[in-house]
């Protein structure tokens, strides 16, 4: 078998029934299909209460930034740096969190009359986090306070050297802690071990939100001004793939209207190069359309520019950048095939796929910004963990992904003895490494998949949400289920499956290797789309073929016309053997 273009099954679990009686109950009261019901119900929310906060969630639910561990340490601060007039220097990251969440604070910052600048590392000189590079330009721009965002949580010996050079830092961060923790002024984390906030998956920008509404609740200001940079918080949130549920939902659902509307000339510049001005935007949109092109200039060098497109007012620049970040975009897609063709080739050579648990691969020449979407596009493929590492000269850095069921901080943490610094969360993880170490930390990060993952582990699973018939889809449906948008982890687009469905006519392949195909069952006919399903076309004998489908359903927007389509999300032949 050629494993370097395996495809790795699905095995499907179809979420179990709910008692019938309570479902009718809830449906009753609630004025919902069953279908709609039974699907809350396997996701938690299950009383006519949280469901009505869920289909209808409200900003005023957002929880109270005050009740994160220093946030009023946090607001001190920044208050007496506003009275005394200091320089303020916001100090971001290179990724789309960083980058909103530094655009945010700035703004914020700068309509509260603050001198205040940003700064945010070149990934190629200086590498993620605090640095001293950044410390020193703080100290030459006569800055006397540095507020973090979405870094910090790992920089115990910057913040000594900060405060060697006379400035004083806030750290807000969402990264996992250390053993140690620095000691700033202020340290907002929530996941913070003493920090007991409500919602802990924050992303970044989602901390630096509660900071600015923190501080406008202090100064007594009008928190709704804030509303206006909730594009800002959807962008970065969506992007940075946190779990959209509780209060990430409702910022990013708030948010995503407000990109719809948004008043930032470079929001408008960069939907009007992407191809979605005047078109319908969700997390789908933000997360493959608009954050790449945000994250393209960070990854291949200076961030900066990505910053000026978010905080200015002069729609000739944003413009001009917007070109300008798209082209770096279609140069970022270019290295990341190839890198991908030369990883899969290293892949083909020397990974063992039906003994190893886990892909580290190295190479010089592979560019740093990208090794992290090769990274999820490997895992995506053969769902092993897989860590990305390029080198340059005496040091390398890598870029690590993972599967559930495997946690990638925790898998470093048991091999730092080989790494230089190492950094990140459960699904996502940066390192840095001597190039002469990588292949010891290569055996032993095998070690460590054999010994954490099981056999179960290494499934891939699809996670069905009904079963129903072709004969309940329709609009009403639909759109209620467009009501549990924005989607995203642990709140996906729901997944149902049907049963032995009639293929219609002749299924044929379209664009890139999709599928198309109708399929009917009892009186009910709808188009089939399935993206990078056309290796099924030969599979698949037309009239009269039977087939169990699992789908999304949606709107599918052509030509002047509306109508309902399932996007496949995967299929079977009906007489084959299933596994439910």
């Known amino acids: 078998m050629n494993w370097a273009t395996r495809s790795v099954p699905l095995k499907w679990i179809l979420a179990p029934e709910p008692d019938p009686d309570v479902v009718q109950d809830i449906s009753v009261k609630c004025g919902l299909d069953k279908s709609v019901v039974r699907i809350l119900f396997n996701r938690q929310i299950d009383t006519p209460e949280t ?6 969630p409200k900003l005023s639910d957002l929880n109270d930034p005050f009740s994160m561990l220093d946030m009023e ?12 007039n200091e320089k303020i220097m916001v100090y971001g990251d290179y990724d789309v969190d960083g980058i909103t969440a530094t655009s945010l604070l700035y703004l914020v910052l700068n309509k509260l009359g603050a001198q205040v600048g940003y700064y945010l590392p070149n990934r190629l000189v200086e590498g993620y986090g605090l640095s001293i590079e950044g410390i020193d330009y703080a100290a030459s721009e006569g800055a006397t306070l540095i507020v973090s965002v979405d870094t910090g949580v790992t920089a115990v010996e910057e913040v000594k050297y900060a405060r060697s050079k006379g400035i004083d830092c806030i750290l807000t961060d969402h990264h996992e802690p250390g053993e140690i923790l620095p000691e700033p002024i202020a340290l907002v984390n929530p996941k913070q071990r003493a920090c ?9 920008v989602g901390v630096a939100f ?4 923190a501080l406008y609740r202090r100064l007594q200001q009008d928190e709704r001004e804030l509303e206006e940079h909730l594009d800002l918080v959807a962008l970065g949130t969506s992007a940075d793939i946190v779990p959209l549920v509780g209060e ?14 948004t008043t930032k000339p470079g929001l408008k ?19 493959f359309i608009l954050a790449p092109r945000i994250n393209a200039v960070g990854r291949l060098g200076d961030a900066a520019l990505a910053i000026k497109l978010l905080t200015t007012k002069d729609e000739r620049l944003a413009s001009e950048i917007a070109r300008t970040l798209d082209r770096e975009n279609q140069r970022r897609k270019n290295i990341d095939e190839k890198t991908l063709n030369e990883a899969l080739e290293q892949i083909r050579t020397s990974v063992d796929l039906d003994n190893d648990k886990a892909i580290i691969l190295s190479s010089e020449g592979w560019h740093q910004g990208v090794i992290g979407i090769v990274a999820s596009r490997l895992v995506e493929k053969f769902h092993l963990p897989t860590i990305m590492i390029a080198i340059d000269g005496g040091e390398a850095k890598g870029s690590a992904r993972s599967i559930p069921g495997f946690h990638l901080y925790n898998a470093l943490k048991e091999c730092e003895d080989m790494l230089l610094r190492f950094g990140g969360h459960k699904y996502a993880a940066g390192l840095t490494i001597k190039p002469e170490n990588i292949e010891e930390f290569r055996k032993k990060m ?25 004969s309940e889809i329709n609009g009403k449906l639909l759109d209620t289920l467009e009501t549990f948008a924005p989607f995203g982890p642990q709140n996906m687009r729901p997944i149902f499956l049907t049963r032995n469905c009639e293929i219609l006519g002749q299924p ?19 188009d089939v789309i399935g993206f990078g399903f056309g290796d099924w076309v030969n599979n698949l004998t037309g009239r009269g073929s039977l087939v169990d489908l699992v789908y999304v359903i949606e709107y599918n927007h052509w030509d002047g016309h509306t109508r309902i389509q399932l996007r496949l999300k995967d299929l079977r032949l009906a007489a084959g053997d299933l596994q439910y």
């Open 508 to 526: 044929y392949c379209v664009g890139k290797n999709h599928l198309k195909m109708k399929v009917r069952k009892g009186d009910s006919v709808f």
């Open 269 to 287: 510049s960069l939907a009007f190069v992407s191809g979605l001005m005047g078109k319908e935007i969700g997390t789908g949109q933000v997360v």
């Open 446 to 470: 095998k070690a460590v998949s054999k010994k954490l993952l099981t056999e179960d582990d290494l499934i891939a699973k699809l996670y069905i949400d009904s079963d129903i018939e072709l």
């Open 210 to 213: 509660k900071l600015a509404q």
């Open 248 to 261: 990430n939902r409702i910022l990013t659902k708030y948010g995503i209207k407000q990109i719809s509307r």
């Open 73 to 84: 340490k946090a607001v001190e601060r920044l208050l007496a740096a506003l009275r005394e």
């Open 51 to 56: 469901i009505n906060e869920f289909l209808h």
């Open 196 to 204: 007991s906030y409500a919602c802990e998956e924050l992303s970044g």
